[in-house]
């Protein structure tokens, strides 16, 4: 055999699970959503084949609008927060922390160990009316009484910011830790001050991160479900709710497949612009 | 680089300030100490730059010339001593408010930025209109040959038009002081000896202080007005190129620059003025160098192998100095010259250099009567 089969044959056994994998439980799940969007539903709520666009419509029309909308402010909101938040921790770590960043860098990761409703519920407790904060508060004469934070959108945020925090810091670290200090130097050198050479040097040079931290904070923030519900006591409906109330409440799977469906043209589009930016960005070095 | 093609007005902006008093040094360093931990990279050394000399700061890795470099920059601040900029005490000042610009080892050129938009940074940053900006941009890149490859990204550039643009960048702002960290160790040997002479012809026609780091020797020889030798955190010694090579203080010195023959001698008598050093049984009378010991002290004779004659007529003899036979074991041809290594009475090597003449080779076992003259020795006692 001729190295290069050999090798294409070894590559291709190598693949093999993994392909598998992905086509059993990515590809073919997603294939059949895809296929229920199109179907209809019969009186009990089972699924009869076929093929209608009527889901699709249904979806545009004003009623499921403003879902979109109340989904795509939640996202963006978090993406900002986040990010307002996690460059300055990612910088911190990049280029403070010295020995202690790998270390701190796992100490971000540790939150991930315990299942993400338990530390959502850790939450509920601490923003609760007989929680920590409204204890402090009243302890220190801040507050007569509690007060209501949980069920605001304020709360919603404070647990969005939480879980999609660490996406946000990695990127951005990633993209500052290889920055060549001598370009810092340089800036310096060049007679801007701390916050110049940080504009017009660090920042644009650490943008892919920032994109990259944007997408991954962005593209799960529309789909969550769990954190508006139990923190911001499920007011305004996004996509995550009402695909779980389609799906197991209406028992409109079809209809909850389309949202589904389109939910995935979100995150798709939001790569897509992604990708664009970067290129963009790196055309220009 | 000839500088001959650049229009007057374009190097008007660059011309030194006369208004500073000539005796007022560019740069000085007063018993500048810097430690990292227990190390200390700098030995409180001192130091004076005058203005519109080409300075050099030249030493082996990790003699702490950069760190020197970046102490006058002000990336790094001083853990003792001060150090003064045209007069201005700037210890503690940081980088971006000294009035001096640094051409990298790795250049630094911002590669989010076009070439212009790289010159144009430190004018952008004092916020100069855009006209003037513009004009002080195609100046400089005109200055470094580099017109033409504006909208260029640094990644698009070969390493010596990184090099040129990173000598713009610092050169547009009209600093005081430009600092240069081995600039050209990057490039291949032609380039560098054409931005030897470029670099050199640049600093005279502008009037900048330049302090120059390398650990080349012949780079240091070729470009300075005064060199630094810096060992160990310390200045060995601060010299012009001709002094530091003819007039080394020291066996470091004398080693380090060129090539030695170092000897082993002993002191054997002398008066004030003089001093009778033995080696190898023969006397010379040499005048004393300070710190000399009346007698029986070891010292080291230096002498440069050019200047050791081979087979002296009974004149040059006469004149004074060592001579000895010798026993050439290895003949080095490298180019210009011949590299000969003749072993004398006791073991003791002799290298010998001498002019490349095709018609004679001398083959090894050749013997030879050695001189080494008078005038050529120098009496080293540290």
């Known amino acids: 055999m001729r190295r290069s089969t050999r090798d294409a044959a070894v590559t291709s056994v190598m693949l093999a699970p993994a392909v598998l994998i992905l086509v059993v439980f990515v590809v073919m799940p997603l294939c059949v959503v895809a296929a229920y969007s199109f179907a209809q539903r019969d009186a009990y709520g089972g699924v009869v084949p076929g093929f209608t666009l009527e889901n699709y419509s249904q979806l545009f029309s004003g009623l499921y609008w403003q879902v979109f909308v109340n989904s795509f402010q939640l996202a963006a909101w978090t993406t900002i927060l986040c990010l307002l938040i996690g460059y300055p921790v990612a910088y911190f770590i990049a280029f403070r922390a010295g020995r202690w960043g790998p270390a701190l860098l796992v100490l971000m990761l540790v939150p991930f160990w315990i299942n993400f409703l338990i530390r959502i519920s850790a939450w509920v407790v601490l923003l609760g009316r007989n929680g920590l904060i409204n204890g402090g508060l009243t302890a220190a004469g801040l507050t007569e009484a509690p007060v209501g934070l949980l069920g605001t959108l304020g709360a919603t945020l404070v647990g969005m910011v939480y879980a999609f925090l660490p996406l946000c810091v990695f990127p951005i670290y990633a993209a500052l830790q290889p920055l060549d200090r001598r370009l810092i130097e340089a800036g310096a050198d060049l007679g801007a001050g701390p916050a110049e050479t940080f504009l017009r040097v660090t920042l644009p040079l650490s943008l892919p991160g920032v994109l990259a931290a944007a997408l991954f904070v962005f593209v799960p923030s529309m789909g969550v479900f769990a954190i508006p519900v139990l923190l911001g006591g499920g007011k305004d409906i996004i996509l995550g709710n009402l695909i779980v109330q389609l799906f197991l409440e209406f028992r409109n799977i079809p209809l909850g497949a389309a949202v589904s469906v389109a939910m995935l043209g979100f995150a798709a589009l939001g790569v897509v612009l992604y990708m664009r930016a970067l290129s963009r960005i790196e055309a220009m070095r | ?382």
């Open chain 2, 1 to 382: 680089m000839t500088v001959e093609g650049l229009g007057a007005q374009h190097c008007a902006p660059m011309a030194p300030k006369s208004g500073a008093a000539a005796a007022t040094p560019a740069v000085e360093l007063l018993a500048v100490t810097k430690r990292f931990g227990n190390m200390v990279a700098v030995d409180g050394i001192d130091l004076a730059v005058r203005e519109g000399e080409f300075f050099t700061l030249l030493g082996a890795s990790g003699c702490g010339k950069t760190t020197t470099l970046r102490l006058i920059a002000g990336f790094e601040l001083p853990t003792g001593g001060h150090i003064r900029i045209g007069g201005q005490d700037v210890s503690e000042e940081p980088a971006y408010r000294r009035p001096v610009h640094t051409v990298f080892q790795s250049y630094a050129l911002f590669p989010h930025l076009t070439v212009s938009e790289n010159v144009a940074f430190p004018l952008r940053i004092r916020r100069l209109a855009a006209e003037e900006r513009r004009r002080r941009v195609l100046a400089a890149l005109d200055l470094v040959q580099m017109s033409g490859l504006q909208d260029r990204r640094p990644a698009q550039l070969s390493g010596g038009q990184q090099q040129r643009v990173a000598l713009a960048r610092a050169l547009v702002n009209e600093p005081k002081v430009l600092l240069l960290d081995e600039p050209l160790g990057a490039l291949d040997l032609k380039l560098r000896k054409e931005m030897q002479t470029e670099l050199k012809h640049m600093q005279k026609r502008l009037g900048i202080t330049f302090v120059f780091v390398t650990h080349d020797q012949e780079e240091a020889l070729a470009m300075s007005d005064r060199i630094a030798l810096m060992h160990e955190g310390r200045i060995v010694q601060v010299d012009d190129p001709t002094g530091l090579y003819n007039a080394p203080v020291n066996r470091y010195a004398a080693a380090f620059i060129g090539e030695t023959n170092l000897l082993s001698a002993t002191i054997d008598g002398g008066d004030d003025a003089t001093l009778r050093v033995r080696w190898l049984g023969h006397h010379v009378v040499l005048n004393r160098p300070a710190g000399a010991a009346p007698s029986g002290q070891a010292v080291t004779l230096a002498i440069r192998p050019e200047q050791i004659v081979r087979a002296p007529s009974p004149e040059e003899e006469r004149a004074g100095g060592l001579a000895v036979d010798g026993v050439l074991t290895e003949s080095v041809f490298i180019g210009t010259d011949l590299r000969l290594i003749y072993r004398v009475e006791t073991g003791e090597t002799l290298i010998c250099r001498v002019q490349n003449r095709a018609a004679a080779t001398p083959e090894p076992g050749e013997r030879a009567r050695l001189l080494l003259p008078r005038g050529a020795l120098r009496c080293l006692t540290s």
